[in-house]
T-cell receptor, first 113, second 107 residues
Framework: NAGVTQTPKFQVLKTGQSMTLQCAQD?????MSWYRQDPGMGLRLIHY???????DQGEVPNGYNVSRSTTEDFPLRLLSAAPSQTSVYFC????????????FGPGTRLTVT | AQRVTQPEKLLSVFKGAPVELKCNYS??????LFWYVQYSRQRLQLLLR??SRESIKGFTADLNKGETSFHLKKPFAQEEDSAMYYC?????????FGAGTILRVKS
């Protein structure tokens, strides 16, 4: 039972490159979310999903795309990386069955040069 | 819109001293508040939620709707409490976090 996994752990991109951050869960939770963590800004919600095929924007969605084709996977795509997207990215899953407690992945540290 | 404010970026206390981490919120509906903690090199994890009204690791938090606050308290700080603490508010299907407070407990 791996819980929530994220790959890669570290990534360096050049400005303008695109990439996908992977998030997978084996807890059968309905809801999944992506956050970015920046010093002094806390955790900010990028996108979230309430089930397969359903996604919605959070506080800071610009520059990111998501899709949810299965319950297990919720990839985050950076379309054209910018230095402002340098951050630590966390994926989380949650559910009514957990009393809305969120379970977090280990994070991906992204640097855009 | 839902908003969470944690006014202190860093709180430094001595071991054995009382701790209060402040959290204020703004939300038009009925709020559900949480405290999450991130210890060094560990994942972010739930510490406690207001509906449970429980004490975890000696920490308690009471929801004060009049003052729109959900402060986290512990009467006697321990060195292992040093961590980043986030207050969070659930509104509908979204969980919104504050900026976080680093708690440093000095020996």
């Amino acid at each position: 039972n791996a819980g929530v996994t994220q790959t890669p752990k570290f990534q360096v991109l050049k400005t303008g490159q695109s990439m996908t951050l992977q998030c997978a869960q084996d807890m059968n939770h309905e809801y999944m979310s992506w956050y970015r963590q920046d010093p002094g800004m806390g955790l900010r919600l990028i996108h979230y999903s309430v089930g397969a095929g359903i996604t919605d924007q959070g506080e800071v969605p610009n520059g990111y795309n998501v899709s949810r084709s299965t319950t297990e996977d919720f990839p985050l795509r950076l379309l054209s990386a910018a230095p402002s997207q340098t951050s630590v990215y966390f994926c989380a899953t949650w559910d009514r069955s957990t009393g809305y407690e969120q379970y977090f992945g280990p994070g991906t540290r992204l640097t855009v040069t | 819109a839902q908003r969470v404010t944690q006014p202190e970026k860093l709180l430094s206390v001595f071991k054995g001293a009382p701790v209060e981490l402040k959290c204020n919120y703004s939300y038009s509906g009925s709020p559900e508040l949480f405290w999450y903690v991130q210890y060094s090199r560990q994942r972010l994890q739930l510490l406690l939620r207001h509906i449970s009204r429980e004490s975890i690791k000696g920490f308690t938090a009471d929801l004060n709707k009049g003052e729109t606050s959900f402060h986290l308290k512990k009467p006697f700080a321990q060195e292992e409490d040093s961590a980043m603490y986030y207050c969070a508010l659930r509104g509908g299907n979204k969980l919104v976090f504050g900026a976080g407070t680093i708690l440093r407990v000095k020996s």
